[in-house]
C-alpha cells in the first residue's frame, strides 16, 4: 500500500521546494547506523512502499532509513546535505509503513558549511532548527519551524533507534545565478533556482512541481498530465519565477507523452506585487501574452524564442495547455533583473 504525500499540507509546505530532494542534489552523508536500511533511502522523493516478504541479509527490507536495537546509552542519528543552502520552512517527517519499529522521536539541527566531511562537520556549531518531537507509526508528521538563516547541512537525531520512512524539508533555496546557462541564460523557473508552482487547476497524473525538476523526464510519470477534459476551457498551472527577470527563451518539453500531449500550448507572465494565491489565480487570466499560442507535437522538447513578446521583468508565468494534456519539462532562460 502506497503513503502519499498528504493532501492538505498547509500552504507553507505547497509553495516550498524540497530541499531534501536527491534530484536537485541532496544526498545523506553519514549515518551512526543504517543496519536494517541504508539512510540514503529515506530522501527518495517517491512514496514509501511496503513489499510483504521482501528480506535482505539483515531482516526485513525497509523502505528508509532504519537503525539496529540500540542496546546501550545514547542515540542515532545522520547528516544530510541539502540540495541548495536554503531556508527552511518545515519538515514532513514519515513514517510510513514502520509500526512497530518507527522512531519514536526526532530532533534536526542545521549548519551553513563549505564541506561535506563529517569530521569537519563534527566541530561546527549546529542550530537546532526542531525541538525534540514525538513521532507516531505509519504517518506523516508535517511540523513548521521559525529558523533564521541560510543552511546547506542537516544534523537528524532520533531518540534512540528506529526507522523513518521519509526526511522532505521544506524550503527556499537561495537563487544562485553566479554560472550562466544556455546561451549565456539562467532558468528563471527550476526548483534549484527558487522556482515553485503556485497554483493549477488539476494535477490529475502528476506533480506541477515535476516541470521545475532538472533534466529530462524519465517516464510518463515524471512531469505534469492533467485528466481528460470533457468540458470547454483549458488546463492550467501558475509558477512563481526564483528571481523577477526578462524571459528570452521558452522549452517546453513533452518527453514521454505520446497519445496525451498538449495540442496546444500558450504563456502568459506578469510582475506581481502583494497579493495572495486567490488573487494571483485571477489576475492570472488578465495577464498579457508571453508565448502565443504554439501547435505541440509528441515526446519533443519545443524551443520558442522569436516568438515571445517582450514584457520586461515579470515574477510569474501561467502556462495554459490545451485543451488538457502531459508536459514534462518547463524551461524559462532569462536573465534575473539587476
Same mark, same amino acid.
Given at each position: $500500500? ?14 516550498? /521546494?524540497?530541499?531534501?530532494?536527491? +534530484? ?6 553519514? =549515518? @551512526? ?5 541504508? !539512510?540514503? +533511502? $529515506? ?18 527490507? $525497509? ?9 546501550? =546509552? ?57 525541538? @525534540? ?8 508528521? /508535517? ?10 547541512? *542537516?544534523? /537528524? ?32 523557473? =527550476? ?20 516541470? *521545475? ?6 517516464? $510518463?510519470? &515524471?512531469?505534469? %498530465?492533467? +485528466?481528460?477534459?470533457? %468540458?470547454?476551457? #483549458?488546463?492550467?498551472?501558475? !509558477? ?10 521558452? %522549452? ?16 502568459? =507572465?506578469?510582475? /506581481? %506585487?502583494?497579493?495572495?494565491?486567490r488573487s494571483i489565480v485571477a489576475q492570472s487570466m488578465f495577464w498579457p501574452i508571453l508565448l502565443p499560442e504554439q501547435k505541440l507535437s509528441a515526446d519533443a522538447i519545443h524551443e520558442f524564442a522569436a516568438e515571445l513578446a517582450a514584457l520586461g521583468? !515579470?515574477?510569474?508565468?501561467?502556462? #495554459?495547455?490545451?485543451? &488538457? ?10 536573465t534575473p533583473a539587476a
Open positions: $500500500m502506497l503513503i502519499a504525500p498528504p493532501a492538505d499540507l498547509p500552504d507553507w509546505a505547497r509553495r516550498s /521546494v524540497n530541499l531534501a530532494d536527491p +534530484r536537485l542534489g541532496a544526498r545523506a552523508l553519514y =549515518a @551512526s547506523d543504517d543496519f536494517f536500511a541504508d !539512510v540514503s +533511502r $529515506m530522501l527518495n522523493p517517491e512514496p514509501a512502499v511496503f513489499i510483504p516478504g521482501k528480506y535482505d541479509d539483515n531482516g526485513k527490507w $525497509m523502505d528508509g532509513w532504519e537503525t539496529r536495537r540500540k542496546r546501550t =546509552a545514547g542515540h542515532d542519528w545522520c547528516l544530510v546535505k541539502l540540495a541548495r543552502p536554503g531556508v527552511i520552512y518545515g519538515f514532513d517527517v514519515d513514517t510510513a509503513h514502520f509500526t512497530g519499529n518507527y522512531a519514536p522521536a526526532v530532533a534536526i539541527e542545521a549548519v551553513s558549511a563549505a564541506t561535506d566531511d563529517p569530521d569537519e562537520l563534527a566541530k561546527l556549531e549546529w542550530t537546532p532548527v526542531l525541538a @525534540s518531537t514525538g513521532l507516531g507509526p505509519n504517518a506523516h508528521h /508535517v511540523l513548521k519551524v521559525e529558523s533564521a538563516g541560510t543552511w546547506t547541512h *542537516l544534523r /537528524v537525531h532520533i531518540y534512540p533507534d528506529g526507522g523513518i520512512a521519509r526526511l522532505r524539508v521544506y524550503g527556499r533555496p537561495q537563487a544562485r545565478f553566479d554560472g550562466a546557462g544556455r546561451n549565456g541564460l539562467h532558468d528563471l523557473a =527550476a526548483l534549484e533556482n527558487g522556482g515553485y508552482a503556485v497554483a493549477w487547476n488539476d494535477s490529475h497524473y502528476g506533480s506541477v512541481a515535476n516541470l *521545475l525538476l532538472p533534466g529530462r523526464g524519465v517516464d $510518463m510519470g &515524471d512531469g505534469w %498530465e492533467t +485528466r481528460r477534459r470533457r %468540458e470547454p476551457g #483549458n488546463d492550467w498551472c501558475i !509558477v512563481a519565477l526564483g528571481a523577477p527577470g526578462s524571459i528570452a527563451r521558452v %522549452e517546453l518539453d513533452t518527453a514521454h507523452y505520446k497519445g496525451n500531449y498538449p495540442d496546444r500550448a500558450s504563456i502568459q =507572465a506578469a510582475r /506581481v %506585487e502583494g497579493g495572495d494565491e521583468t !515579470v515574477t510569474h508565468v501561467r502556462i #495554459n495547455v490545451i485543451p &488538457d494534456g502531459g508536459l514534462s519539462r518547463v524551461r524559462l532562460w532569462g
